[in-house]
């Protein structure tokens, strides 16, 4: 069922009897521009405390999971975890559905599990799936990523099954904004991402094709005992990475890090970090109206 649902040219690479991380194309893996080589660096370096600091993540996913829980199970069907990153989902979703492909930008983020699933390196942007060969894909936390949100969700349309359903999670706009906030204090820079709004992914999902069985923004925020540590919070979690070009480089000298701590807003004398995250639940319809 996997090896059917990889093109042809990687199939014999990626996928074994005994599940395990091996290569695939270089043209498939490599990230393509610096940002996305940048993105698989800082992901990369975080994957060993990611579990650790990633709590908005596993709020998240309990979220996408009682989405999923709403659905009937069906151990014959293929799931794609798209974004895997240390596989704490797709063990989840092993429990859930008959196979499960993880795949993740960052190695390092792949080979930090021993789950025995089948793993893929790949770019988002440039997925080796076939047309029409998964019946479900699940993505938390990592479609925000993508260098072209709408070509992503045309991709996952094409992959999945007549009547296949996603389960994705997203940052939009409004996160971070305590960061953004912060950094004012310095320079006009841009110090975090710019992320989509919620109105245009909607937007984007039913262009791509898809029908939308709920569609809901949720703030999920975590609190913190100073502003240093908030700060470094998105770090241990490689959310530093830019995904656009007008940012500010280099390392921040001790005084100008004295400054944006002194100027992060608190909440009940904690430093809070907020995510606003749609939550969507999508379907392919049967056939095309």
Same mark, same amino acid.
């Given at each position: 069922?996997? *090896?059917?649902?990889?093109?042809?040219?990687?199939?014999?690479?990626?996928?074994?009897?005994?599940?395990?991380?091996? =290569?695939?194309?270089?043209?498939?893996?490599?990230?393509?521009?610096?940002?996305?080589?940048?993105?698989?660096?800082?992901?990369?370096?975080?994957?060993?405390?990611?579990?650790?600091?990633?709590?908005?993540?596993?709020? *998240?996913?309990?979220?996408?999971?009682?989405?999923?829980?709403?659905?009937?199970?069906?151990?014959?069907?293929?799931?794609?975890?798209? +974004? =895997?990153?240390?596989?704490?989902?797709?063990?989840?979703?092993?429990?859930?559905?008959?196979?499960?492909?993880?795949?993740?930008?960052?190695?390092?983020?792949?080979?930090?599990?021993?789950?025995?699933?089948?793993?893929?390196?790949?770019?988002?942007?440039?997925?080796?799936?076939?047309?029409?060969?998964?019946?479900?894909? $699940? !993505?938390?936390? =990592?479609?925000?990523?993508?260098?072209?949100?709408?070509?992503?969700?045309?991709?996952?349309?094409?992959?999945?099954?007549? +009547?296949?359903? =996603?389960?994705? !999670?997203?940052?939009?706009?409004?996160?971070?904004?305590?960061?953004?906030?912060? $950094?004012?204090?310095?320079?006009?820079?841009?110090?975090?991402?710019? $992320?989509?709004?919620? *109105?245009?992914?909607?937007?984007?999902?039913?262009?791509?094709? $898809?029908?939308?069985?709920?569609?809901?923004?949720?703030?999920?925020?975590?609190?913190?005992?100073?502003?240093?540590?908030?700060?470094?919070?998105?770090?241990?979690?490689?959310?530093?990475?830019?995904?656009?070009?007008?940012?500010?480089? +280099?390392?921040?000298?001790? !005084?100008?890090?004295?400054?944006?701590?002194?100027?992060?807003?608190?909440?009940?004398?904690?430093?809070?970090?907020?995510?606003?995250?749609?939550?969507?639940?999508?379907?392919?319809?049967?056939?095309?109206?």
């Amino acid at each position: 069922m996997i *090896a059917q649902a990889l093109t042809d040219n990687h199939s014999a690479q990626t996928v074994n009897k005994k599940p395990a991380l091996s =290569a695939i194309n270089a043209e498939q893996v490599c990230p393509h521009s610096a940002l996305k080589k940048g993105a698989s660096n800082k992901f990369s370096k975080a994957a060993e405390q990611y579990n650790s600091h990633a709590n908005v993540q596993k709020q *998240a996913s309990n979220d996408l999971f009682k989405l999923i829980n709403n659905q009937p199970h069906n151990q014959n069907k293929l799931c794609v975890d798209l +974004g =895997a990153g240390p596989l704490v989902n797709t063990a989840r979703l092993n429990n859930q559905y008959g196979q499960v492909i993880a795949i993740d930008l960052s190695l390092n983020m792949l080979k930090s599990s021993l789950l025995t699933t089948a793993k893929i390196c790949a770019d988002m942007d440039n997925l080796p799936l076939q047309a029409n060969s998964i019946d479900v894909v $699940f !993505s938390n936390f =990592a479609v925000q990523w993508s260098a072209n949100f709408e070509k992503l969700m045309q991709a996952l349309y094409k992959s999945l099954k007549p +009547g296949g359903q =996603a389960y994705i !999670s997203t940052v939009v706009a409004g996160s971070l904004n305590e960061i953004k906030t912060a $950094f004012a204090a310095l320079d006009n820079r841009s110090h975090i991402n710019t $992320f989509n709004t919620h *109105a245009y992914i909607n937007q984007l999902v039913q262009k791509a094709g $898809f029908s939308i069985n709920s569609s809901q923004k949720v703030i999920y925020t975590d609190c913190y005992s100073s502003p240093l540590k908030a700060i470094k919070s998105i770090k241990a979690i490689g959310a530093t990475t830019q995904n656009h070009a007008n940012s500010r480089q +280099g390392l921040l000298t001790k !005084s100008a890090l004295q400054r944006v701590c002194n100027a992060y807003p608190l909440l009940n004398n904690q430093a809070c970090v907020s995510y606003h995250v749609v939550l969507l639940s999508l379907k392919k319809p049967i056939t095309n109206t």
